[in-house]
T-cell receptor, first 116, second 112 residues
């Protein structure tokens, strides 16, 4: 149980284009999902907290107009990187809690984005 | 600012030895603590969670929590080369369902 999937697992796009990353909870309903970014040899950086049916809460320094998050259902959250630039190249990972009152978070396999 | 501190390592141990990983956190009100394992190029995998003072054992892993000292540790017994990875300590300083704060991780290398 507690399986989180992400799609795509890797993507290469040209500078200026937009990329959408999907995060799905496969065997549970996730009212809250989290989006992280990880640069090489660095730790996870929380980008935003995504709650089903409401606007995402972004961390300080994360551009909400650039990183669009939609949590339209209890099993799907999407992150769209708009007008991507090479500096957006990173490893994007989502996580989810199994229940609203659960502390444990389970991570998806991640999406590696390369912007050329 | 809430922080989680870990020694970045690398921590090198021979196969079969005990690996000891340590973590301190700044928010005294934190209630839940986690250890994640991350292999290179992969996402973190939850290996241990601990909520109360003392030890919690799961197979070769033992998590230890001391809230008074704001200290969490992870012991890996009979270390195997497959344990070589980065271990992330994570703390939830708020209520359930909120984001974790991660340390920068300790890299463990187990030599055969």
């Amino acid at each position: 149980g507690a399986v989180v999937s992400q799609h795509p697992s890797w993507v290469i796009c040209k500078s200026g284009t937009s990329v959408k990353i999907e995060c799905r909870s496969l065997d549970f309903q996730a009212t809250t999902m989290f989006w992280y970014r990880q640069f090489p040899k660095q730790s996870l950086m929380l980008m935003a907290t995504s709650n089903e049916g409401s606007k995402a809460t972004y961390e300080q320094g994360v551009e909400k107009d650039k990183f669009l998050i939609n949590h339209a259902s209890l099993t799907l959250s999407t992150l769209t990187v708009t007008s991507a630039h090479p500096e957006d190249s990173s490893f994007y990972i989502c996580s989810a809690t199994v229940q609203p009152d659960s502390y444990e978070q389970y991570f998806g396999p991640g999406t590696r984005l390369t912007v050329t | 600012q809430k922080e989680v501190e870990q020694n970045s390592g690398p921590l090198s141990v021979p196969e079969g030895a005990i690996a000891s990983l340590n973590c301190t956190y700044s928010d005294r009100g934190s209630q839940s603590f986690f250890w994640y394992r991350q292999y290179s190029g992969k996402s973190p995998e939850l290996i241990m969670s601990i909520y109360s003072n003392g030890d919690k054992e799961d197979g070769r892993f033992t998590a230890q929590l001391n809230k008074a000292s704001q200290y969490v540790s992870l012991l890996i017994r009979d270390s195997q080369p497959s344990d070589s990875a980065t271990y992330l300590c994570a703390v939830n300083p708020l209520e359930a369902g909120t984001a974790l704060i991660f340390g920068k991780g300790t890299t463990l290398s187990v030599s055969s």
